[in-house]
């Protein structure tokens, strides 16, 4: 109990302290509340191909939903650590770190505490990732059909798991070619029941005058602007603003840029930008991997706390700071700041007022924290696959090493946002857990050996 006490209090506390997070706003007042709106008996939006209609559907079930939501996403946080504890804990001596882990999981506690789909998405997700990693390890059925239904709700919040559920028996195949192959049953059985779990949106969709599809109809946008990295040889700009005024150039002001004919238009041009450079699109994956991992994971947000002024200020300073560090700028606000007479190209970053330096000092620690895991998470990923390949006889290492793999490269091959990397926290988690065992021990026996010698070659002298 006093674990789960510690779990609830750290969520509860980021929950609260994040309450006033500007993450996707624009996204959730435009889209999720649209379709919410729909669901409660209100005018249908111009799009009803997008977003996937679960989170608007909570939005329009539950009471008082934007602090109902984030209640449930605390608790389903809280249940997702207890989940990774329970995984790992029986495979180690110590379960000090695992603890320490679970209980400081603060890229779990973010990501629960925004009003978006993604805390759903993420969490259901990944219990459909432990579920199967139970699955695999007792060749059960019922564990299969459990992450089914835990990967099929989630894909109806949003269909980045759409394209992980290939990826992950594809990892697994090349990490554990014998239990993949022994346990193809479970693997497809979970698959199939995912899949099976999306048709109701694909009917939705059908009804609605799109045509049957599985996901939503924004991945042409993301597509497109994943593309748009600092010093793409293509000179795209990743923002969607960009696309709307694009696919209303193309195809005439009445289509939107997330709608079924608007997001073949951009698919397909981003598709043949990549045919035609295939070597800058492997440089935008080298370049969302560095990203990833130099950026961490989505955090506590620090800019609500700052007003007036210095909200501006702080926001000018972001734009400085992804220019000096190669990142890409946003060009749109950028050319907003210009217009109002607020941005410098010689701005002195040391002129800062401290309390703005102290907001953006909080939030280049949570990236520092986030990056550093997310570098424990490799040399942990390598330590397991390249040195203690023991674990790979185990199923419940090897699935979550697959997961992670998966979901990582869908990270770089698509669009790196620091919130598309929490998931990793989850995933990674038991896996540091388990090399820093490994070590450990290993230092251990190295220390006891070296002592062993010193005695023997005293007891000669």
């Not at 109990?1 to 997070?21: K, Q, S, Y």
């Not at 805390?119 to 059960?140: E, H, T, Y």
């Not at 014998?178 to 029941?193: G, S």
């Not at 702080?314 to 700041?337: C, S, Y």
Request: with cysteine; aromatic share 10%; charged share 15%.
């Amino acid at each position: 109990m006093g674990f789960v006490a510690a779990c609830l209090g750290a969520a509860a506390t980021v929950a609260w302290l994040n309450r006033h997070h500007l993450a996707q706003k624009g996204v959730y007042d435009t889209h999720y509340r649209a379709l919410a709106r729909y669901f409660e008996g209100g005018e249908a939006p111009a799009v009803l191909s997008y977003p996937m209609w679960g989170y608007p559907a909570l939005l329009a079930l539950l009471p008082a939903p934007e602090v109902t939501t984030i209640v449930l996403q605390v608790l389903l946080a809280v249940a997702l650590a207890s989940v990774v504890y329970a995984t790992v804990a029986p495979m180690v001596r110590s379960r000090r770190l695992a603890q320490v882990l679970c209980v400081a999981a603060l890229p779990l506690w973010s990501i629960a505490s925004i009003k978006l789909a993604d805390p759903w998405s993420v969490m259901l997700g990944a219990f459909g990732v432990f579920a199967l990693a139970r699955a695999l390890a007792s060749a059960s059925a019922r564990w299969a059909l459990a992450s089914g239904l835990c990967f099929g709700a989630a894909l109806n919040f949003r269909s980045d798991w759409l394209l992980v559920l290939p990826l992950l028996p594809a990892v697994l195949a090349l990490l554990a070619p014998r239990l993949a192959w022994a346990r193809r049953r479970e693997l497809l059985l979970a698959v199939a029941v995912a899949l099976v779990a999306m048709v109701p949106w694909g009917l939705f969709r059908m009804a609605h005058g799109a045509p049957f599809g599985l996901s939503s109809s924004n991945g042409g946008m993301v597509l497109y602007n994943a593309l748009g990295f600092a010093g793409n040889r293509w000179g795209i700009v990743g923002d969607d603003a960009y696309r709307i005024a694009e696919v209303r150039e193309a195809l005439g002001p009445d289509v939107p840029a997330h709608s079924v004919e608007g997001d073949a238009w951009l698919r397909d041009r981003a598709i043949a930008l990549i045919r035609a450079h295939p070597e800058e699109y492997a440089r935008k994956v080298v370049h969302d991997f560095v990203a990833s991992v130099a950026l961490g994971s989505y955090g506590i947000e620090t800019e609500p706390l700052l007003q007036g002024d210095d909200a501006l200020r702080f926001e000018v300073m972001k734009e400085q700071l992804k220019i000096r560090l190669g990142m890409a700028p946003n060009t749109l606000d950028i050319a907003r700041f210009r217009r109002a007479g607020v941005w410098d190209e010689s701005l002195s970053l040391g002129s800062l007022p401290a309390r703005v330096w102290l907001a953006a000092g909080l939030r280049m620690a949570n990236a520092a924290g986030t990056s550093a895991f997310l570098v424990a998470v490799l040399l942990a990923s390598a330590w397991i696959v390249l040195v203690d390949r023991r674990w790979l006889a185990r199923p419940e290492v090897v699935v979550l090493l697959a997961g992670l793999l998966a979901s990582w490269g869908l990270v770089c091959a698509f669009w790196y946002q620091p919130r598309h990397t929490n998931v990793l926290y989850v995933l990674g988690a038991p896996l540091v857990v388990i090399a820093a065992e490994g070590v450990r021990v290993r230092l251990a026996v190295r220390r006891r050996r070296r002592r062993e010698a010193q005695r023997l070659i005293r007891s000669f002298s």
